[in-house]
């Protein structure tokens, strides 16, 4: 008893307040079908960061404790105002079962791959019902030391996705297994609600400016995040679900997020939106959009992931349109083309 006392207080003496700004933190959280896992780490600060410096730990199935074999240490440099996309390492093309391959369209969005062998490093297999932390520190050799202040050199909290030690329920209330997941629903681990952290990926909210340091007393997945599907079906170019040879429909990683990050710590001339000639809201949305053109436009188009227009208008004046995409899961993008043929383009989530 006293022996796990020290190990809970050591692990509390590395927690920390930070400044807005001033640290990296997780901007996405990825938990795909199958081993389609990833983190999104932002950069908020104008000098470029050394991600040798820094790890990832895994505290699983409600642990309240973690070791070095549940974490990896990170590698790659994230520049200024930019992210850093992290993935699962299954890229062999031949994996079967456990080793089943990420999806090409998550590889290619990837910048660093970690955690090959499950039994070297087990920290980039998570699913819904695991917290995942970002710490700065080096990592011991030993797979079986606890990560905490007393043993890990340099020592920070930077991150805490979701809540340690805490196993949250599935849809049906039971906690067993790995199928359960933080949900939309007071209080969040008990089944009730939408699941969120299972299946599902989590984009940081633009108005988040660090990372949580804290262990929270209930982790509400909206409090700080969006959330989008981890699939969408694929449409053709009237907007129409396209369908494999064996009769269902194709589906598509839903991956168009990981790259960048919309934040309110980067500069104007870094944002993704250059322009304030249009609004949308609400966003997220459920399926209807209003957009409001603030001038006269040549054209307003959305389209999908994968480049796919899904609507699309001439010409149209000043004024507030309401859209409706009732089929639609996943993120999207709305460009305008100006009068002058200057193209504006903003992402809308529609959950």
């Not at 905490?148 to 209330?173: L, M, Q, S, W």
């Not at 359960?180 to 009730?192: E, K, N, R």
């Not at 997220?284 to 040549?298: F, H, Q, W, Y």
């Not at 639609?328 to 959950?351: E, N, R």
Request: aromatic share 10%; charged share 15%.
């Amino acid at each position: 008893m006293k022996k796990s006392l020290l190990a809970i207080f050591t692990f509390a003496a590395g927690f920390s307040f930070s400044q807005d700004c001033a640290k990296i933190f997780i901007s996405e959280y990825v938990e795909g079908w199958s081993n389609n896992k990833a983190l999104e780490i932002y950069n908020p600060t104008s000098a470029p960061i050394d991600l040798s410096q820094y790890f990832v730990a895994r505290y699983s199935n409600g642990a309240t404790t973690a070791t070095v074999a549940n974490s990896v240490q990170l590698s790659g440099t994230v520049a200024p105002y930019d992210v850093y996309v992290a993935v699962l390492d299954k890229r062999d093309p031949n994996g079967v079962g456990q080793e089943a391959p990420i999806w090409d369209s998550l590889q290619a969005r990837g910048d660093g791959f970690f955690s090959p062998v499950y039994n070297t490093s087990n920290a980039f297999y998570w699913n819904g019902n695991d917290a995942v932390m970002l710490a700065k520190g080096t990592l011991p050799t030993d797979p079986t030391v606890l990560i905490n202040a007393a043993n890990v050199p340099n020592f920070a909290i930077i991150d805490v996705f979701a809540k340690i030690g805490e196993n949250p329920a599935n849809a049906t209330g039971s906690s067993a297994g790995n199928d359960g997941a933080w949900s939309t629903q007071f209080p969040y681990s008990t089944g009730l609600g939408v699941l969120l952290t299972k299946e599902h990926s989590l984009l940081r909210k633009a108005a988040i400016k660090k990372g949580v340091t804290a262990n929270p007393s209930f982790f509400d997945p909206l409090l700080e995040w969006d959330s989008i599907p981890a699939v969408i079906v694929r449409l053709d170019a009237n907007g129409d679900t396209l369908f494999g040879t064996s009769g269902n429909a194709i589906l598509d990683g839903n991956w168009a997020s990981l790259g960048n990050h919309n934040c309110a710590c980067n500069p104007a001339s870094v944002n993704e939106i250059e322009s304030t000639s249009f609004d949308i809201y609400p966003n997220p949305s459920t399926g209807t959009i209003a957009v409001k053109l603030d001038e006269n436009c040549r054209s307003l188009s959305i389209s999908n992931s994968l480049g796919q227009t899904v609507w699309e208008k001439g010409a149209m004046q000043n004024g507030i349109y309401t859209i409706e995409l009732p089929r639609l899961k996943g993120v999207y993008f709305v460009q305008i083309v100006s009068q002058s043929g200057a193209t504006s383009t903003k992402k809308v989530t529609i959950q």
